[in-house]
T-cell receptor, first 114, second 115 residues
Framework: AQSVTQPDIHITVSEGASLELRCNYSYGATPYLFWYVQSPGQGLQLLLKYFSGDTLVQGIKGFEAEFKRSQSSFNLRKPSVHWSDAAEYFCAVAPNTGRRALTFGSGTRLQVQP | DADVTQTPRNRITKTGKRIMLECSQTKGHDRMYWYRQDPGLGLRLIYYSFDVKDINKGEISDGYSVSRQAQAKFSLSLESAIPNQTALYFC??????????????FGSGTRLTVV
């Protein structure tokens, strides 16, 4: 079975600083990988996804993520954080068969300081 | 109107009571899911349905049941609620086209408190 680990429960960055959120997965083959964001009081919104091909994927709101097979990682990055990026971020994984549901990590809460 | 609507938004119920959470969608998606969110645990899958006749248990299905009444409706029931089922519950949908498998659309959630 697939699993996802987000080692950072809470991260605080200053507005304008760069951001990297870590995600490690466990799966026997190359899975499908995702990042979702949850703003307070809201459901989750898809930021970006990786299925295959180019290991650097671009998403919405200026986010990108890089798939590193050798490290079983799919870290999320943003070069310059805005105050509106404060939210909880979830990494998720699914097998590439399409016959399963997503497995989510435990989330990383991002706080942005002025 | 929202694409995925969950009712109620908030509910307080007593231990031992039966409660149903409802989810309806206008996306036309075949696939529907129920997750619960607990602080520090992320979202955990309760049940999922790939079409009206295809319902599957997730990792934490004990104490829950579901009904897929139509393509657009997927209800979650707690037969006899217990306090550790206090959580935020999310319904989600996704397309059955390969590219849409995991582009979930989430509802706004139902906050359930069992006292």
């Amino acid at each position: 079975a697939q699993s996802v680990t987000q080692p950072d429960i809470h991260i605080t960055v200053s507005e304008g600083a760069s951001l990297e959120l870590r995600c490690n997965y466990s799966y026997g083959a190359t899975p499908y990988l995702f990042w979702y964001v949850q703003s307070p009081g809201q459901g989750l919104q898809l930021l970006l996804k990786y299925f295959s091909g180019d290991t650097l994927v671009q998403g919405i709101k200026g986010f990108e993520a890089e798939f590193k097979r050798s490290q079983s990682s799919f870290n999320l990055r943003k070069p310059s954080v805005h105050w509106s990026d404060a939210a909880e971020y979830f990494c998720a994984v699914a097998p590439n068969t399409g016959r399963r549901a997503l497995t989510f990590g435990s989330g990383t809460r991002l706080q942005v300081q002025p | 109107d929202a694409d995925v609507t969950q009712t109620p938004r908030n509910r307080i119920t007593k231990t031992g009571k039966r409660i149903m959470l409802e989810c309806s969608q206008t996306k036309g998606h075949d696939r529907m899911y129920w997750y619960r969110q607990d602080p520090g645990l992320g979202l955990r899958l309760i049940y999922y349905s790939f079409d009206v006749k295809d319902i599957n248990k997730g990792e934490i299905s004990d104490g829950y049941s579901v009904s897929r009444q139509a393509q657009a409706k997927f209800s979650l029931s707690l037969e006899s609620a217990i306090p550790n089922q206090t959580a935020l519950y999310f319904c989600a949908t996704s397309d059955s086209d390969r590219s849409g498998y995991y582009g979930y659309t989430f509802g706004s959630g139902t906050r359930l408190t069992v006292v």
